[in-house]
Every structure is written in C-alpha cells, then in structure tokens.
C-alpha cells in the first residue's frame, strides 16, 4: 500500500467550476502538507503549504488538512484554463523527505 | 533571483553508457535534494545533501547511482552503467537551511533520461 493515495484523474471541468482535489495517506507522523503544480514537461510548483490540520486560503486556492482522517484537500474557486495542469499533493514529517502522490491531472474548458 | 536549474534537460544515451546530471540550486539554500519519476509513477525522493553532506540517501536505488556536492554548491548525479530501467525524470529541489523552511523545497525543470 502506497503512503499517499491520489486520484490520477483525470478531472476535466468547465470554466468557472469549483475544482476539488484530495489525497489519504497512511504515516501518522506526517506533519508538513504540501500542493505543487506541474505544467507539462515542467518541475513541480509549490502552490500551498500547511503545517499539521487546518485551512489555509491564497487566493482562489483553499488547503485542508484533516489529521484525524488523514486527509488532505485542495479547492480550487473560479477555475481558469491556466489551471489546467497536474496537482501533486505532498506530505512530510519534517525530516526533510517529501513523499508525493502521483498527481491529478486538471483540465479546465473554456 | 535564478531558481534551481538543472542540466542538460534531456538525454538519451544507450544501455550501459553512463550519463552525469548536474543541479545548481538556488543561491543560499544548504539543502539540495534529489527526486526521480518513472513512467507512471510518483515522484520519489532519492537523497538529500545538506551542504556537503549526504543526509538521507535513503532513497538511491543501487550502487549505480553517485550523487556528489563536493564544495556544498552544485550537485551532480552519476549513473553508471545506465539500465533501461533509469529512464525516467530525475528532479533536483533546494531549500533554505533550517527545519520549519526545509518543507518549502523549489524545484528545478527535471533532467528527462531516456535509456535505450
């Protein structure tokens, strides 16, 4: 069984949706909890960072943290076709080693 | 400020060749990281230098793989012979020094490695 589970996708939504993107993970002593982005044939972006449970607002994006069910979310309000791209969650326990999902790949119809 | 770059940005050499990438991070950031992506797979990490010092290499899949920073600045990671198996994306990431900013890792654009 893999620490981090997400779903590949991929998602496809209309302009202006609401984009919800969400990831289980199974090692309690994660703390840190990240969002990249990835454009194709880029490197990862980071989009969000959250220390332990949560919400954290930037803008159009929303990052939840729920420990307790060992979930993690990202919302995505007035989606735009820029969006469009691969939403990587990320997670440690501070030490360092970034453990990732396998991404969900977000596309945004205009 | 330049962000982490890496080089060269692809290559395809042939089975039992070896292929040296190199990463220079972002300018004051001790720690260095390396991750890598195969086909279909997630990112993984393989190792993680603080300064000079290898501090995880946990991650390295065999004793093909060489990772140095001789002087604590740039990075570079040998595969030696390459396997087909090696192909993939090989990602370099810094960080400022310091746990509470080591989670806040830039990435460079990956290295893509064909192995034919």
């Known amino acids: 069984q893999k620490e981090v589970e997400q779903d590949p996708g991929p998602l496809s939504v209309p302009e202006g949706a609401i984009v919800s993107l969400n990831c289980t993970y199974s090692n309690s002593a994660f703390q840190y909890f990240m969002w990249y982005r990835q454009y194709s044939r880029k490197g990862p972006e980071l989009l969000m960072y959250?220390?332990?449970?949560g919400n954290k607002e930037d803008g159009r994006f929303t990052a939840q943290v729920d420990k307790s069910s060992k979930y993690i979310s990202l919302f995505i309000r007035d989606s735009q076709p820029s969006d469009s791209a691969t939403y990587l969650c990320a997670m440690s326990g501070g030490y360092q080693k970034v453990t990732f999902g396998t991404g969900t790949k977000l596309q945004v119809i205009p | 400020e330049a962000g982490v770059t890496q080089f060269p940005s692809h290559s395809v050499i042939e089975k039992g060749q070896t292929v040296t990438l190199r990463c220079d991070p972002i300018s004051g950031h001790d720690n260095l990281y390396w991750y890598r992506r195969v086909m279909g797979k997630e990112i993984k990490f393989l190792l993680h230098?603080?300064?000079?010092?290898?501090?995880?290499e946990s991650g390295m899949p065999n004793n093909r793989f060489l990772a140095e920073r001789t002087g604590g600045t740039y990075s570079t990671l040998k595969v030696q012979p390459a396997e087909l198996e090696d192909s993939g994306v090989y990602f370099c990431?810094?960080?400022?020094?310091?746990?509470?900013?080591?989670?806040?890792?830039?990435f460079g654009e990956g290295s893509w490695l064909t192995v034919v």
């Open positions: 230098f603080v300064k000079e010092s290898k501090q995880d």
């Open positions: 990431a810094s960080s400022l020094p310091g746990t509470d900013s080591g989670n806040t890792i830039y």
């Open positions: 959250t220390y332990s449970s």
